[in-house]
C-alpha cells in the first residue's frame, strides 16, 4: 500500500493516521523483518496488525559469492515456496541489486534459462521489494541502483511493477531516484505505450537481439507478436514522452546474430533515436545450445557501431563464476 492507502486503512481500523506513517516507516525505511520490530507501537496494535496482515519477508535459500568481483547472488524464498533470484553488485557509482519480477517466466527466449518451465506466477510488488530491502539488510549496505533484469517479464507483470517503482521511490521510503532504475522488457509493445504514459524518469532497456524479423523471431516468440517496426514506433514514441534514451540489449550469439550485416542492420535501428546498444556475450545454459561469440568477432562488432557513431558498451560480465545467468540458481535448487 502507499502511504495514503494505508493511512485510510487505518482509519477504517479505527486506529489514528499518524500510525500509518509509524508503520510505513518500518516498513520501508527501517527496513523491520515483522511488526514486532515495530517498539514504538502498541503491543495490542502490532498484535492486531499481525493478525490481519501477512508480512512479506525473503527467506534467503542459498548465497555465492564470486570470488573474481564480490558480486552476490542470492535465492530468496516467499511464504507460498516460490523461489526467485536477486543479484547484488558493486559498482565504482554505488551498489546495484537486479531482481526478478516473476517465479519463472512465459515468454521462451531461445537462449534463457528463466523461462524453461515457463511461468509459475506473478511477484506481487511486496515481493520485489522485500528483494532489495533484504539485500539491503543482509549486505548493511545502501543500494543506489535497481535494475529489474532478473527473471521474469516485468511488462507482463505490469500493474505489480508500476506499485513496485512508485514505493520504491518514494520519499518516505528508500527513495531511490527514478534515474537509477531500469526496467528491461523483451518488447511487450502495448505495454511500452502505456508506460510512456506514466511520467516517470526510468531507463527502458529493450531486448533486441536480433535487427530483423526473421532472425528474432528465431530466438524470441514474442517477436511473432509485434514487429520490429511496431516495436521501434513505440520506443521513439517512449523516447518523445519522457525523453529517456532506450538501451538496446544485444547478446552476441556465435552464427546467429554477430555478422557485419548484423550489425548495419542494428545501426539503423538504433542512429533514429540515439540509442545506447549494450552486447552482451550470450551466457551459456545448460538446456541451450547457444555459444558466445569470440573476443575478436565481439570487438569488431562493437567497432562497426562506434564507427557509426552509436553509443555501444559490451557489458561488463560480473559474477561469471556463480551461476551469473539468468534462473540457472534456481534451476540448479529445484
Ligand atoms: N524479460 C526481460 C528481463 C529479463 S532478462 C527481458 O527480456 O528483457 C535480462 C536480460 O538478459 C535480457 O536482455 C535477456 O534477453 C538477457 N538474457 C537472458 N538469458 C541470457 C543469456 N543466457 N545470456 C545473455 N543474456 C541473456
Same mark, same amino acid.
Given at each position: ?27 520501508? @525505511?527501517? #527496513? ?9 507501537? &502498541?503491543?495490542?496494535? *502490532?498484535? +492486531?496488525? $499481525? !493478525? ?20 552476490? @547472488?542470492? #535465492? ?9 533470484? &536477486?543479484?547484488?553488485? *558493486?559498482? +565504482?557509482? $554505488? !551498489? ?22 515457463? #511461468? ?215
Amino acid at each position: 500500500m502507499t502511504l495514503s492507502e494505508l493511512t485510510a486503512e487505518m482509519e477504517a481500523f479505527s486506529e489514528k493516521a499518524f500510525r500509518a506513517k509509524q508503520c510505513y516507516e518500518w516498513m520501508h @525505511k527501517r #527496513l523491520a523483518c515483522g511488526f514486532s520490530e515495530m517498539t514504538n507501537l &502498541s503491543k495490542d496494535f *502490532r498484535e +492486531k496488525c $499481525g !493478525n490481519n496482515y501477512e508480512y512479506v519477508i525473503a527467506e534467503t535459500v542459498d548465497v555465492q559469492e564470486s570470488k573474481a568481483d564480490g558480486t552476490k @547472488k542470492y #535465492l530468496f524464498r516467499f511464504l507460498d515456496g516460490i523461489m526467485v533470484e &536477486s543479484v547484488w553488485m *558493486r559498482y +565504482k557509482h $554505488g !551498489n546495484s541489486v537486479c531482481i526478478s519480477s516473476q517465479a519463472g517466466c512465459r515468454m521462451g527466449c531461445q537462449f534463457c534459462a528463466s523461462t524453461l518451465d515457463g #511461468l509459475t506466477r506473478n511477484l506481487t510488488p511486496s515481493e520485489m521489494l522485500e528483494q532489495v530491502y533484504a539485500i539491503t539488510r543482509l549486505t548493511n549496505e545502501r543500494v543506489s541502483n535497481v535494475v529489474v533484469m532478473g527473471m521474469g517479464e516485468p511488462l507482463d507483470n505490469y500493474d505489480s511493477l508500476l506499485r513496485f517503482i512508485r514505493l520504491l521511490t518514494n520519499e518516505n521510503g528508500l527513495h531511490i531516484s527514478q534515474r537509477n532504475i531500469t526496467v528491461s522488457t523483451c518488447g511487450l509493445v502495448p505495454e511500452i505505450y502505456r508506460l510512456a504514459e506514466e511520467k516517470l524518469q526510468i531507463t527502458l532497456a529493450l531486448s533486441l537481439h536480433a535487427a530483423t524479423d526473421e532472425k528474432r523471431r528465431r530466438i524470441m516468440p514474442i517477436a511473432n507478436r509485434y514487429s520490429i517496426k511496431e516495436l521501434m514506433e513505440a520506443c521513439g514514441c517512449y523516447f518523445e514522452k519522457t525523453g529517456r534514451r532506450i538501451t538496446f540489449e544485444y547478446s552476441l550469439m556465435d552464427g546467429v546474430n554477430d555478422t557485419k550485416e548484423d550489425a548495419e542492420q542494428l545501426i539503423l535501428l538504433a542512429k533514429p533515436f540515439g540509442c545506447h546498444v549494450n552486447l552482451i556475450p550470450v551466457n551459456p545454459v545448460r538446456e541451450r545450445h547457444f555459444v558466445r561469440s569470440d573476443v575478436e568477432k565481439i570487438e569488431a562488432f562493437k567497432n562497426k557501431l562506434e564507427k557509426n557513431k552509436i553509443n555501444v558498451t559490451i557489458r561488463r560480465e560480473m559474477g561469471r563464476d556463480i551461476d551469473g545467468a539468468c534462473g540457472q540458481l534456481r534451476r540448479r535448487h529445484i
